[in-house]
């Protein structure tokens, strides 16, 4: 028999594998993300089901950006509009964390939240979270089609020993701002001719953004990863069986990812070496 405590967290975790957005939509926290991934999803190919381990790490993001969200609210009660939409004029639909639209001695100023590991401080702030920071500037507009902010504060929170946050200041491109246009242009011209566009060039089967590792040494794939790296892959715009990613071979991938890290790490450090060789050689 279970404690009343993990039932509650039980269901919580339920609710949490169940996505409250229309896949119909392209999202634009997707903006800039693997072209074929996001009509994949909009077409309504088969996806792996969320996980246990991806839906409590979805949990803890919440947790931790809820209660910096709560901070605001808290402390500027009249100011802090949290989950305000941002629509696009082609029917797609965005949340922004936090709306601030008077602030003092500032300029209107949209806030977005993220939760990453302590470790991960070096490479931030990450592309994804730019876009998508750029990509609510750009759309975030008034009755009239004016944008309704040039700036915006993109937010990290770090876990891990202890409790700690980073900012940063995103001021609007509008190059970039056109660029996410013409790319939500593009997609939905696909998406009306059921196009699903070929695996990207860059991409491979044992890295980012189609496998990695986490920081706690987790492996994690594309939920459409099936779709691109299996024996049968999708054509002809033509769905296939859900495949689920052989255990086995998850677990070769990740041994590989760790040797690949490994490996980096040697060559940086011989590179190293050789520069302080030729330093000591040009004296001598």
Same mark, same amino acid.
């Given at each position: ?253 990740? /041994?590989?990812? @760790?040797? %690949? &890290? +490994?490996? !980096?790490? =040697?060559?940086? /450090?011989?590179? @190293?070496? %050789? &520069? +302080?060789? !030729?330093? =000591?050689?040009?004296?001598?």
């Amino acid at each position: 028999m279970t404690n009343i405590s993990e039932e509650v967290i039980e269901k919580r975790i339920k609710e949490v594998k169940k996505s409250d957005f229309d896949p119909s939509n392209f999202r634009l926290s997707n903006t800039g993300k693997c072209q074929r991934m996001r009509m994949l999803k909009v077409l309504g190919y088969s996806s792996d089901r969320v996980d246990q381990s991806t839906a409590e790490t979805f949990e803890r993001g919440n947790l931790l950006e809820n209660w910096l969200v709560n901070q605001f609210i808290k402390n500027f009660p009249r100011k802090t509009r949290n989950q305000i939409e941002v629509y696009t004029p082609y029917g797609d639909i965005g949340h922004m964390d936090i709306w601030f639209p008077n602030p003092k001695d500032k300029p209107s100023t949209i806030i977005e939240v993220k939760s990453v590991h302590e470790k991960a401080g070096s490479n931030l702030p990450k592309k994804d979270h730019l876009n998508q920071v750029q990509a609510y500037l750009h759309f975030f507009t008034d009755s009239r089609g004016k944008r309704r902010a040039n700036r915006a504060e993109l937010i990290y929170i770090f876990y891990g020993r202890k409790l700690s946050t980073k900012s940063f200041e995103i001021k609007y491109n509008k190059e970039k701002g056109s660029q996410i246009e013409k790319e939500l242009q593009r997609l939905h011209r696909w998406k009306k001719k059921g196009f699903v566009p070929e695996i990207p060039n860059d991409n491979t089967a044992d890295s980012f953004p189609c496998f990695w590792l986490t920081h706690d040494g987790s492996s994690n794939n594309c939920p459409f990863y099936h779709h691109c790296w299996s024996q049968e892959k999708t054509e002809d715009y033509e769905d296939i069986p859900v495949f689920d990613l052989d255990i086995t071979l998850k677990s070769l991938l990740k /041994k590989y990812q @760790k040797i %690949k &890290e +490994k490996y !980096k790490n =040697i060559n940086e /450090k011989a590179s @190293k070496v %050789k &520069e +302080k060789k !030729k330093e =000591i050689e040009a004296i001598i």
